[in-house]
């Protein structure tokens, strides 16, 4: 009976542990739109890893990854993507996917920057309107958008009074303060068309070439440390650039509209 037993649980455990943990940071809108919870039972049925997401910011993603706490990272901000590469926290940054960002606000759009002939004049008429903004005011991909639009615009919505929030949270959190306070808000499109709490908000501004999101996948350094999976990494990808993950990537749709536009250049 023990030999039985034995026997039994070294064949749970050689199931268990067949599959191979690897460690990802990855932005909050890249959870909060659900496409995670597509390409993750992908990724376990075809290459048999378990990967493991950290959500966090962009800037929080790339510190750990320079910390060599995480085997690779998918994020949004090409500048800081490029400098982690060029510092040598990474080999390289490989283009994976893009959407955009949009405006949200409330329903009566108070500030009109449905009117808005750009990003910067949509965030400018808030600004003059005094409209409650909600920024994520985290270091991510979306804040650092936000923050090149008030540049833009000539404004530091900082120090430009109590109508501007910074909540230091991830978007789903974001949008639900918008909704709460109803106030304005940068979104990514993804997150916003899967946001279940819409309450009275609207998308009102899209399409302005300076809200254009690319989202890529950086390996990081092997000569971080000794628990670097580079080799998971690899596989994972080409997984990412291939045509499984471009099937996946752009059938992902939520009330008919595409959340993610697949771009991967082949090798």
């Known amino acids: 009976m023990k030999r039985i037993i034995c026997a039994f649980l070294a064949l749970v455990w050689a199931q268990t542990a067949s599959a191979d943990p690897m460690r990802m940071a990855v932005t909050t809108s890249f959870e909060n739109s659900g496409l995670a919870d597509v390409l993750l039972p992908a990724i376990k049925e075809d290459l048999d890893i378990d990967l493991q997401l950290l959500v966090v910011g962009t800037g929080q993603a790339l510190r750990l990854g320079e910390a060599g706490d995480v085997d690779a990272i998918l994020v949004h901000s090409k500048a800081a993507e490029e400098a982690f590469v060029a510092a040598g926290h990474g080999p390289h940054r490989r283009e994976i996917m893009y959407n955009d960002f949009v405006v949200v606000g409330p329903v009566a759009d108070e500030a ?144 008919g509209e595409t959340l993610f536009v697949f771009n991967a250049a082949a090798d």
């Not at 409650?132 to 958008?145: C, L, N």
């Not at 833009?152 to 789903?172: C, F, K, L, N, R």
């Not at 993804?190 to 996948?217: H, I, R």
């Open 112 to 255: 009109q920057t449905a009117d808005a002939s750009s990003a910067a004049d949509a965030l400018g008429r808030i600004a003059a309107a005094q409209a409650p903004f909600v920024s994520r005011g985290d270091d991510s991909g979306t804040h650092k958008a936000e923050k090149a639009i008030w540049v833009s615009a000539g404004i530091d919505p900082e120090t430009a009074g109590a109508w501007y929030h910074a909540v230091g949270a991830g978007m789903g959190a974001a949008l639900n303060t918008a909704a709460g306070l109803d106030a304005y808000v940068l979104s990514d499109r993804a997150s916003w068309l899967n946001f279940g709490n819409k309450e009275g908000l609207a998308l009102l501004y899209s399409g302005d070439p300076a809200l254009f999101n690319q989202y890529a996948f950086l390996p990081v350094s092997p000569d971080k440390n000794a628990n670097i999976r580079n080799d998971l990494a690899i596989e994972l990808e080409d997984w990412l650039t291939s045509p499984r993950a471009a099937e996946l990537i752009n059938g992902y749709t939520i009330d």
